[in-house]
């Protein structure tokens, strides 16, 4: 939230230099590099987490909002429906898979909450 994203990568560069298989320090720079919009790197590190931690839902949804960026819907679509089976009442995926669904012009899918 301080905006000081040199710091943070810097930071997390040397975290993962130490311990590589850390997850979480993947996600948190993954999710830098979302705030610096330098999404094909997020993604990267997001993937990465994700082979490591298969069913953080944070990372699902996050990752699947950096496919939304990126405009690969059908990707995002995967990951926010993999987030909701493991979060089913989180009301930030199933709006964004809802944006997911209309930008694929699935509309009666994107007003069903259950699909």
């Known amino acids: 939230?301080?905006?000081?994203?040199?710091?943070?990568?810097?930071?997390?560069?040397?975290?993962?230099?130490i311990e590589p298989n850390d997850a979480f320090a993947w996600k948190k720079r993954g999710d830098v590099y979302r705030m610096l919009a330098k999404y094909d790197k997020a993604l990267h590190d997001f993937n990465i987490s994700l082979a490591l931690e298969p069913q953080d839902g944070f990372s699902l949804?996050?990752?699947?909002?950096?496919?939304?960026?990126?405009?690969?819907?059908?990707?995002?679509?995967?990951?926010?429906?993999?987030?909701?089976?493991?979060?089913?009442?989180n009301a930030w995926a199933l709006a964004c898979r809802g944006e997911v669904y209309r930008m694929l012009s699935k509309y009666d899918n994107a007003l069903d909450t259950n699909h």
């Open 61 to 89: 949804k996050i990752r699947g909002y950096v496919h939304y960026w990126l405009n690969q819907y059908d990707d995002a679509l995967i990951d926010f429906n993999k987030s909701l089976e493991l979060e089913p009442n």
């Open 1 to 17: 939230m301080c905006h000081d994203y040199d710091s943070a990568l810097n930071c997390l560069n040397r975290s993962l230099e």
